[in-house]
């Protein structure tokens, strides 16, 4: 039975955000924070709908997050998303100093990792490929539907 205050529970939070984008017919990408074992804030990409190609779901989660708790940092908070994070949002974290990040598919062009693993807070507590098969699916599916 899956513990609801496990990386796997959460996780499959941030998908049901990433499935929302992909029904919005936004890149699927989700992303929730938790604090305590709660969740605070969750977001989708809405970069169509906001016209805003800053409208990530990790940067409308910190957003969220830091308007919830009253400031800046997330230093006791996990980002739980589907996708790996970007240069800009990785950069967005270490600003958050969050305390860790999980995430699920590898982003092979855009995601942090490629450039430097040291764009997140040294702090940051980094656990790659939770759910990595159904993230990478559903970004798949997603963008043979845009092909077709």
């Not at 796997?8 to 017919?25: G, L, P, R, V």
């Amino acid at each position: 039975m899956l513990s609801a205050f496990s990386d796997e529970h959460f996780m499959k939070e941030a998908f049901k955000e990433a499935q929302k984008a992909f029904d919005e017919d936004e890149v699927p990408v989700g992303a929730i924070i938790v604090c305590d074992n709660k969740i605070i804030a969750r977001a989708h990409n809405m970069t169509e709908r906001l016209n805003d190609v800053t409208a990530h779901a990790e940067m409308l989660v910190f957003t969220s997050a830091t308007d919830y708790l009253g400031g800046k940092y997330l230093n006791e908070c996990t980002l739980y998303v589907t996708l790996e994070p970007c240069v800009m949002c990785a950069g967005a974290s270490y600003w958050t100093q969050l305390k860790k990040v999980v995430y699920g598919a590898s982003d092979q062009k855009r995601g942090f990792a490629k450039h430097q693993e040291n764009l997140l807070h040294p702090k940051t507590k980094i656990i790659k490929g939770l759910m990595e098969n159904e993230s990478s699916n559903l970004l798949k599916s997603f963008f043979q539907k845009k092909r077709d």
